[in-house]
């Protein structure tokens, strides 16, 4: 990460089945020494996935964040509810590939994952790949632009 974006925290958050991977996640952030902004939730209560997707969204639009680490069972509804925000640009990923290309092509700013669908230490090596690969600008800069 570039020292602008790295001196900011990565915001997380998830709805009720996403906490436990949430919370692993945070601490794998930690441990590397990322500054984390964890939004919640905190328990197995049902909640609603579009409330922490904007929540999540406020934060980077609002500069509190450069970027942001989404989960819900599958990481779909959260994705989607996500990038109905201007200036947000959430990839649904299940791998490092995946992750690693979503920064690289497409400057994707929030990595969605699925609770449900994947395990913590793939889900560990998406994080570490979005937050470890930086946007090449490029041929991919005009594409970009054009997501608004």
Do not use: Q, W
């Amino acid at each position: 990460m570039t020292d602008a974006v790295s001196a900011l925290p990565i915001v997380l958050a998830s709805d009720h089945a996403g906490v436990t991977l949430r919370r692993e996640i945070r601490g794998h952030l930690e441990a590397a020494g990322h500054a984390v902004l964890d939004l919640g939730t905190e328990g197995p209560e049902s909640v609603d996935y579009p409330d922490f997707a904007d929540r999540l969204a406020a934060a980077i639009l609002e500069g509190r964040a450069a970027r942001g680490v989404l989960i819900c069972g599958t990481g779909i509804g959260i994705s989607i509810a996500a990038n109905r925000h201007r200036g947000i640009r959430a990839a649904l990923c299940h791998d490092a590939t995946t992750s690693r290309l979503s920064r690289r092509h497409n400057d994707a700013n929030v990595l969605a994952l699925g609770a449900r669908v994947i395990g913590a230490e793939v889900a560990k090596d998406c994080v570490d790949a979005f937050v470890g690969t930086a946007y090449e600008g490029g041929r991919h800069a005009a594409r970009v632009a054009k997501l608004g």
